[in-house]
């Protein structure tokens, strides 16, 4: 399914932004990237909390994807941390490699645990909405959230 491939290629995207902040030379490079990397899992918790995760109760179970939430949600909060900190560089740092150890295992699992038996199950008409229109609808949604993390960050 489109919205499968769609996901995975997000998780790609959001391991290479990871390996990137970690070769990255200079303090500039390191701020774009952390702004890009808060973009990215945005959009991609927005697809998965909305759309995704709803639907996947009835295929994996409710307690697989309350602790998938919970994972989000501690995202989340470690996505406004690294915003808030991107004017000391060891903080920044830091709160990446945070954010990238939690990222790697939620993906790992919900690649393992999540997507194949929701692929396998699951159809556009069960999530009601198509590939093209989730993620226009995402990218509209994530603009609110990145204010509301930009917002956090900035208190
Ligand atoms: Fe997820
Ligand atoms: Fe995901």
Known sequence: MDVIDLLIQQHREA???????????????????????????????????????????????????????????????LIADMLRSRNDANAMASKVGELEKLVKSHISDEEQNVLPQFGQK???????????????????VRREEMSKLEGQATL
């Not at 699951?122 to 509209?140: F, H, L, P, Q, Y």
Request: charged share 35%; hydrophobic share 35%.
């Open 122 to 140: 699951v159809t556009e008409k069960d999530i009601g909405m198509s590939c093209n229109d989730i993620v226009r609808t995402a990218s509209d």
């Open 15 to 77: 391991d290479a932004l990871f390996e990137a902040f970690r070769n990255a030379q200079d303090d500039t490079s390191k701020k774009e990237l952390c702004i890009q990397l808060a973009e990215a899992l945005t959009l991609h918790d927005t697809i998965e909390t909305r759309w995704i995760y709803p639907v996947a109760r009835r295929v994996v179970g409710d307690d697989k994807i309350n602790h998938s939430e919970e994972e989000h949600g501690e995202m989340r909060r």
